[in-house]
């Protein structure tokens, strides 16, 4: 295992993404992107929502919840802090990380449930 080094990254999503409306999930892959490259280089990162003022689930889902894929919780957990968040967007980021969680640990259940919805629609 690397050494987790002292030199902390801290990523602006406003300046990633440009402006306060964080919405697209092609923006959340942009801050995804630099979120996975610290991580897999072992530095702690200090992800700021200072300054915007809309995060959407899809969002979210793109830039955080994907981690849960790759890195594993302990790693996500000890290298990231999220900062400049309010209240409601940390709840609605800590359905998404659940959310993210239970997918990465069993994606074929997800899957089956999401066919079985969808059948649901046909009628």
């Given at each position: 295992m690397k050494k987790i080094m002292n030199d902390a990254a801290r990523i602006s999503v406003f300046e990633v993404v440009g402006n306060a409306l964080c919405v697209a999930s092609d923006d959340g892959q942009r801050v995804h992107?630099?979120?996975s490259t610290a991580l897999?280089?072992?530095r702690?990162?200090?992800?700021?929502f200072r300054n915007v003022t809309t995060l959407t689930p899809a969002f979210l889902n793109t830039a955080v919840g994907q981690l849960y894929g790759t890195f594993s919780e302990d790693r996500i957990r000890t290298l990231l802090r999220v900062e400049g968040m309010s209240l409601d967007d940390l709840v609605?980021?800590?359905r998404v990380v659940d959310t993210a969680r239970q997918y990465f640990e069993d994606p074929q259940r997800f899957e089956q449930a999401f066919r079985e919805e969808m059948d649901g629609y046909d009628d």
């Open positions: 992107d630099r979120l897999k280089d072992n702690n990162v200090a992800l700021s609605l980021l800590e």
